[in-house]
């Protein structure tokens, strides 16, 4: 009978139940990776934002193909691929903290761009 | 009492207690798990490894959440391993009971003549439909519930119902 044989291993000790700190350091490491994912994400909409702001698009635009050439080749693609990485992988781990598996993806994505946007906001224009 | 208050128990030392949750689970986590996998041998130590690690992450267990939600949860995942591990191949003759459930048989607008036929049509769903169908007719869990064992959102769960009987239907239709 698997319940003998269950309670046998438990009074064993066989089988031992994990600490409660285990559980609460998964929560916050995820948590903390959220975090770091998300201010990958700001970091890289940042240095996006700041390009686009000394490369003023209007002026750029008055130079023709010449001016879009330069946009091209200096734009900051690494930042670019930071920040969607860094969208993703928040993303991912956000679904796995507490209950927001119940929101679907797409409302999760659209909440962590929005977070994302706000921050990167926040830091491009209310700097001291 | 409750599990919830078993359980509290269990973790405040009490550990002979956990012998009544197992009474109460062993054979619903074996139908559950049955009717996933089928007839499998291993349907016994799915069911062991569900129940020992239930009670190694009682501590983890939030007792905002159903207790039995939270066990089926553990359930859902290993047997998930399982089939990946194993590329088990679903052996029909473990899903006997789709054919005694009345509310799967009225929801669906079927005859209940053709059971060897709903047997078919529900073996040959892919696991994350079976499971939708499993744990909403034989678990009697609501979509809320559904949603917590299987990680994804409620309307998701919707989806997979929906798409769950679609195919049942279209089986009928091609017979």
Same mark, same amino acid.
């Given at each position: 009978m698997k319940k003998n044989k269950i309670l046998d291993k438990i009074k064993t000790g066989e089988v $031992?139940? $994990?600490?409660?700190?285990?559980?609460?350091?998964? @929560?916050?490491? #995820?948590?903390?990776?959220?975090?770091?994912?998300m201010g990958? !994400?700001?970091?890289?909409?940042?240095?996006?934002g700041y390009f686009l702001m000394v490369y003023n698009l209007?002026?750029?635009?008055?130079?023709?193909?010449?001016?879009?050439? *330069?946009?091209?080749?200096?734009?900051? +693609?690494?930042?670019?691929?930071m920040s969607i990485f860094g969208l993703i992988v928040g993303v991912i781990?956000?679904?796995?903290? !507490?209950? =927001? +598996?119940k929101r679907s993806w797409q409302k999760n994505i659209m909440l962590m761009s929005l977070i994302i946007f706000l921050l990167t906001i926040v830091g491009l224009f209310l700097r001291p | 009492m409750t599990d919830e208050e078993i359980i509290k128990l269990v973790v405040g030392g009490d550990v002979e207690r956990y012998g009544e949750i197992i009474s109460r689970y062993e054979k619903r986590l074996r139908g559950f798990v049955k009717k996933l996998i089928g007839n499998n041998l291993e349907v016994d130590d799915i069911?062991?490894?569900?129940?020992i690690s239930a009670y190694q992450n009682l501590r983890g267990f939030d007792a905002k959440q159903q207790f039995s939600s939270w066990i089926l949860r553990i359930a859902h995942n290993k047997t998930v391993d399982f089939i990946k591990k194993k590329k088990t191949k679903i052996i029909s003759d473990g899903i006997d009971d789709?054919?005694? =459930? @009345?509310?799967?048989?009225?929801?669906? #607008?079927?005859? @209940?003549? =053709?059971?060897?036929?709903?047997h078919r049509a529900i073996e040959k769903l892919e696991l994350k439909y079976r499971e939708v169908i499993v744990l909403y007719f034989f678990e009697e869990k609501s979509y809320e519930e *559904?949603?917590?064992i299987l990680?994804?959102?409620?309307?998701?769960?919707?989806?997979?119902?929906?798409?769950? @009987?679609? $195919?049942?239907?279209?089986?009928?239709?091609? $017979?």
């Open positions: $031992k139940m $994990k600490p409660r700190w285990k559980f609460e350091a998964v @929560k916050w490491s #995820e948590m903390g990776l959220w975090i770091a994912m990958l !994400g700001v970091v890289g909409a940042m240095g996006m209007v002026e750029l635009a008055e130079f023709g193909d010449l001016g879009w050439q *330069i946009l091209y080749e200096d734009f900051p +693609y690494i930042l670019g691929a781990v956000m679904m796995n903290i !507490g209950n =927001n +598996y | 069911v062991e490894d569900s129940l789709f054919k005694d =459930n @009345k509310k799967l048989i009225e929801d669906l #607008e079927i005859e @209940k003549e =053709n059971n060897i036929e709903l *559904i949603s917590d990680h994804t959102s409620v309307s998701n769960v919707g989806v997979m119902m929906m798409r769950a @009987k679609e $195919k049942i239907k279209k089986y009928y239709e091609k $017979k």
